[in-house]
């Protein structure tokens, strides 16, 4: 008879709903890319700013973060969950707004992007990045 390990949990980082929160996630993406490797880590902390900024302004309860290679292609995998309901969506473009257009440049600078429902409630937003 032989044992089989799971697979190792994806690094995740549980981050409060307040300002500090993507400072904290931006950190956390810069520590991993480093560790993997990754030097050009802008485009991560970017995806990770606009993803969990979203999550503390129109999400509910804490935010959590992972990110891990996929599996397949290599490419860092950015997910950040969070209890709310509502799903995030592309604003049309505004040139007299003052926020709204994060979301719109962040799909500009990702391989792909999209958001999944929880069983349990709430939602999943990842963001696969470009380069593995």
Same mark, same amino acid.
């Given at each position: 008879m032989?044992?089989?390990l ?7 980082? &549980?981050?409060?709903?307040?300002? /500090? ?18 030097e ?5 902390? &970017?995806?990770v700013?606009?993803?969990v900024?979203?999550s503390?302004q ?16 290599g490419?860092? &995998?950015? /997910?950040v969950?969070?209890?709310? /309901? ?7 473009e505004n ?8 979301l ?6 990702v391989?792909?992007?999209?958001v ?8 999943v &937003?990842w963001?696969?990045?470009n380069?593995?």
């Open positions: 032989s044992a089989t799971a697979p190792e949990a994806p690094p995740t980082l &549980v981050l409060d709903p307040n300002s /500090e929160a993507p400072s904290l996630a931006r950190r956390f993406l810069a520590d991993l890319f480093a560790e993997w490797g990754i050009d880590d802008y485009i991560g902390r &970017v995806v700013c606009e993803l900024t979203n503390f129109h999400g509910e309860g804490q935010i959590i973060v992972r990110i891990f290679r996929d599996e397949h292609d490419r860092p &995998v950015i /997910e969950w969070d209890a709310g /309901e509502g799903k995030p969506e592309i604003q049309p040139y007299a707004a003052e926020s709204g257009r994060g719109l440049l962040m799909t500009e600078l391989h792909d992007w999209g999944r429902p929880l069983n349990e409630g709430g939602k &937003v963001a696969q990045l380069h593995p």
